[in-house]
């Protein structure tokens, strides 16, 4: 290979020098008398105007020999180094948006990857997912080991930056490497000298983006929301199907870019209920699994004084499954009044309030600041006004969640694994129960109770949504996930719903905690109208070219053969005294 192309352009001398020689001065006859003078005539190659037949010269061989060891020296030539090796890291888009586009994948790479060996005697190619943290696809030499790897990753991610996992690849392949993401989405640029290949194309697609569920008339429904991506109007239809049956698919039209919502009654009983769509090419979203969602039960204790009755019912009234309990002992959560001539204090978890019969004390002045802290965070107490009261005994462990000024108003006492939300005030000499912050802040304890509960639920998650799972300590906690169809996967990753579309269990030991249908909903992999093929050029680097070849070890001898055959040419060439030819 060359070094410098360009430098073959020299050859272009060559017709050059032949049409030179081509054009010779016509030789003159002269009538002479000495015979033996013939011998020291001679004809030479000069110049003319006219074209005559070639006739070799050492000048000429000279001159061609010249252009060809000049156009070796400046195209630069270079041979392959012995055990060079080529290194190859390519990056996958993980995204559910690739799964339409493997096979385009699968072919692209089956035809770029055994060209960019070049001029190195052997490749090394790294396949890895643009996932964060996730396991290498491939890692070794073979083309074909590599592409089956290829086929058999199932792309199941959200929208996610590769600018960590390019960075990793970089590290791999080294200054020298090649890194390619693979993607079906065209990005304008890419860090870490990285080659975009982008194997998309525009499509249309339908799928289910959420569902949600009503009780109407003593049965449970459920609404689901359909969405078309596309640029066209478009007809499908969806039936519901159980673990035995199936209704009869219905149609339904829905404009381009619209939204339509189909609803029925959830049929009792049935397992493994899933809502269908005719399939397009993205067929993630056309399947909708659904379970009748059961949230864990909170066993709700009041004792508080008739004071605050009305409080209470509304709080029971609010939170949804939480029933009402006669047992402290037994319940979830206790919503209780402090009295200061019973200055006892709850033993299970609870909500606090102050009560002051007797105070009728002055608004407290100075600015309200909330801490930082998951139950406060986003809510807003600035409108509050806190009438002078008595205060609850606080101990050094207890969390203050809001102040005014060095007052604080309302803390958390954590014992163990029991909780307290203290009210340091009154609630009757404030304006608390206007403002929007305290039911935000109930409903936000109340359910952070009912996630330390253990108990069973049943919940409609979204694909490698977060789920936190309370378990009874010191027994192991088991997954089992299914598909769509049926078919068993891999359990998901503790703390996450599975990343296909299906239904997930929890056990520990004999006890269910957790029976959840899990559905794909992210509208930014669902729409394809902005995938697109392009590909841009490696940046050229010398150094791989330096790496994997050495230059022609004999140049410098070349370079003498060339200042020889430019030295005998000129000898031939140069003029001589004419000889005199006469009568």
Known sequence: MFGNPLGLLSLLAIPAILAIHFLQRKSITLPVSTLFLLERTQREATSGRRFERLIPSVPLWMQLLAVLLLAWLLSEPRFKKENSVQRVAI??????????FKKEAVATLKEMVPKLQGSATALEL???????????????????????????????????????????????????????????????SLPYDSRLVSVGRPLGNVGFTGISFAEKEGALTWQAIIRNYGDEPAKRSWSLKTKTTATEPREFEIGAKSFVTIQAAFPEGAEDVRIALSPDDFTVD???????????????????????????????RSLAATRPSN??????????????????????????????PTSVGKYL??????????LMDGINWQALLVRETLQLPRQPSDRVLLWQEKRPLIFLRENGDKRILCFNFDLRLSNATQQPAFIVL???????????????????????????????????????????SGKSIPAPPSG????????????????????????????????????????????????????????????????????AALLVAWHFTAPKERAIIGA
């Open 365 to 374: 002045k100075g600015g309200i600041l909330a801490e930082a802290h998951p």
């Open 126 to 188: 790294t396949l890895m997912p643009s996932t964060p943290g996730a396991d290498r696809l491939y890692a070794g030499s073979s083309v074909e080991e590599m592409l089956a790897a290829l086929e058999g990753f199932t792309p199941d991610g959200g929208l996610l930056d590769p600018s960590y996992s390019l960075r990793l690849a970089r590290s791999i392949v080294s200054k020298e490497g090649i890194v390619i993401f693979l993607t079906d989405t065209p990005a304008e």
């Open 496 to 563: 996450r719903a599975p990343s296909l579309p299906g239904f997930l269990t929890v056990t520990q030991g004999e006890t269910s905690l957790l029976q959840a249908a899990v559905h794909f909903a992210d509208t930014r992999e669902a729409d394809l109208s902005a995938c697109a093929p392009t590909e841009t050029e490696p940046l050229a680097n010398i150094a791989t070219l330096e790496l994997h070849t050495a230059p022609d070890p004999y140049a410098r001898i070349w370079m003498l053969v060339l200042l």
């Open 91 to 100: 990056v996958v888009d993980g995204s559910a948006s690739m799964t339409v």
């Open 286 to 316: 056309d399947t909708l699994p659904v379970i009748a969602p059961r949230p864990k039960a909170l066993e709700l204790y009041t004792a508080s004084s008739a004071a605050f009755r009305g409080l209470t019912d509304k709080l029971l």
């Open 327 to 356: 047992d402290a002992a037994t319940s979830d959560l206790a919503i209780t009044s402090y009295d200061p001539l019973d200055p006892s204090l709850p033993e299970s978890n609870a909500i606090l309030f102050v009560e002051d």
């Open 442 to 484: 109930l409903h936000r304890f109340a359910e952070s109770i009912r996630e330390q509960k253990v108990a069973y639920q049943a919940l409609n998650l979204e694909t490698g949504q977060p789920i936190r799972i309370a378990a009874a300590p010191g027994l192991t906690v088991k997954a089992a996930a299914t598909d769509a």
